[in-house]
């Protein structure tokens, strides 16, 4: 697991946009999402794409942002600080401070979700992690953030007693594992190798490509069982179970996201034979891809992912 400290110098060829509560309302009541005052948990929510025709300016947000990325990357800047977001990284922020968010996003754009969370609900998570500094992880592929966060989103235009029931659950499960995950990964991250360290980061940023651990036995001049288990030990599960269960997680999203047909998501994704595609889905989800697809609410796979025929990973 990836955490805190990504930090780079702001990319030079950015977008940048501003965001600020008055703003991020009336963007809210425009596109109606906007929730209900007294919505447990959460002001506001919804599926942002950032990018420079994005007008959120000025100063403060209400209580704590959740942020998480579908696609896409960018730089936040805060409190004179900045961070790089990339796709599946979750960001946990207090904004009771004031200070302005800045991001300016990588061409063309970056889609990502966004709830601001009351403070009764957001703080004592917050509190937990022991730290006043954002919270960044990079989501490991056995997490289910993502599905709770597409859950969250298809519950926003619910407007009814078990619609904020059901928002409140989603909320505690993301805020519960996100926590889970970064207090975990605090504890581990200084006895991680870096060469194992490497081999996730590797898997995480390029799933795409073919492996083999061979590779990584030249690359490091450790032989590949040893390789092997230390990944195990450190991540839960041998590397190249971990790097298909990375697969799966974005051949989700592209099933959610896009009409690519279920060979095509197998290929974008690294998997190029597609009965094999077929039979580790299943393993994973319990469903075949299409199964997926079509038992997906329609929330989720239509009012907050917009059709996106050519979503081909570059």
């Known amino acids: 697991m990836d955490t805190a400290n990504q930090s780079m110098n ?23 999402w906007f929730l209900n ?14 990018n ?22 960018g730089t936040l800047i805060w409190q004179g600080s900045s961070m790089f977001l990339s796709e599946r990284d979750i ?24 709830f601001f969370l009351r403070k009764d609900e957001a703080a004592a998570y917050y509190d937990l992690l022991g730290s006043q500094a954002p919270q960044l992880l990079t989501q490991p592929p056995s997490s289910d953030i993502e599905y709770a966060v597409r859950q969250l989103l298809g519950l926003i235009p619910i407007r ?14 993301i805020l519960s594992e996100l926590c889970s995950l970064i207090l975990t990964d605090k504890r581990t991250a200084e006895f991680v190798p870096d060469y194992i360290r490497e081999m996730k980061e590797t898997f995480d940023l390029s799933y795409q490509a073919p492996f083999h651990l061979e590779e990584f036995e030249i690359r490091f001049s450790i032989r590949k069982e040893r390789l092997c288990r230390e990944f195990s030990h450190y991540y839960g599960m041998p590397p190249l179970r971990y790097l298909n269960a990375r697969r799966i ?62 979503a081909r990973p570059q």
Not at 37 to 50: N, Q, S, T, V
Not at 54 to 70: A, E, I
Not at 91 to 114: T, V
């Open 10 to 32: 702001p990319l030079e060829e950015a977008q940048e946009t501003f965001l600020h509560f008055e703003s991020v309302q009336s963007y809210f009541e425009k596109e109606h």
């Open 37 to 50: 005052e007294h919505m447990p948990g959460m002001y506001y929510g919804g599926r942002f794409r950032l």
């Open 52 to 73: 420079s025709s994005t007008q959120l300016r000025s100063d403060s947000l209400p209580g704590f942002l959740l942020l998480y990325v579908f696609a896409g990357s």
């Open 91 to 114: 960001l946990f922020l207090n904004c009771e401070s004031g200070e302005p968010l800045q991001f300016r996003i990588a061409p063309p754009q970056m889609d990502c979700a966004m």
């Open 160 to 173: 009814s007693s078990l619609g904020s029931v059901a928002a409140s659950k989603w909320i505690v499960s």
């Open 249 to 310: 997680e974005a051949a989700k999203d592209l099933l959610l996201s896009t009409n690519m047909r279920v060979y095509e998501v197998g290929n974008a994704v690294g998997i190029e034979n597609t009965n094999h595609f077929i039979n580790l889905f299943k393993k994973s989800t319990g469903l075949t891809p299409m199964l997926f697809k079509k038992n997906a609410p329609a929330t989720v796979c239509g009012l907050h992912s917009p059709h996106k025929p050519d």
